[in-house]
């Protein structure tokens, strides 16, 4: 089992910029493919990105695809979200996501872990 807590979150003006973390405790964290999701009021869960176990790879929503960037430090146990060019329908509470495997995952119901979640709010 692994725990995942994030942190970064905050209020932010559109164009500007913030970095998530998300700390994760407990079994080898190199063994997880990572993922970011967000939810806004009244939406479902949304993908926005996720990293391969290495680090190698990344992949992203259309949404953010450009402005976002998801990495991870192994010796660390963390992996980051850096927002950048940020607009007001960024806002979102933004949850980071742990699953055992050797590919990429997009869907919620992949993931076998899930932090508390932190708010990114994008004021216009």
């Known amino acids: 089992q692994v725990q995942l807590v994030e942190s970064g979150g905050g209020l932010v003006q559109a164009g500007g910029s913030l970095r998530l973390s998300c700390a994760a405790s407990?079994?080898?964290?190199?063994?997880?493919?990572m993922g970011w999701f967000r939810q806004a009021p009244g939406k479902e869960r949304e993908f926005v990105g996720t990293i391969t176990r290495s680090g190698t790879s990344t992949y992203y929503a259309d949404s953010v695809k450009g402005r976002f960037t998801i990495s991870r430090d192994n010796a660390k146990n963390t992996v980051y979200l850096q927002m950048n060019s940020l607009k007001s329908e960024d806002t979102a509470v933004y949850y980071c996501a742990a699953k055992i495997g050797t590919s990429a995952y997009y869907s919620p119901g992949q993931y076998d872990y899930w932090g508390q979640g932190t708010q990114v709010t994008v004021s216009s």
């Open positions: 407990g079994r080898t964290f190199s063994n997880y493919v």
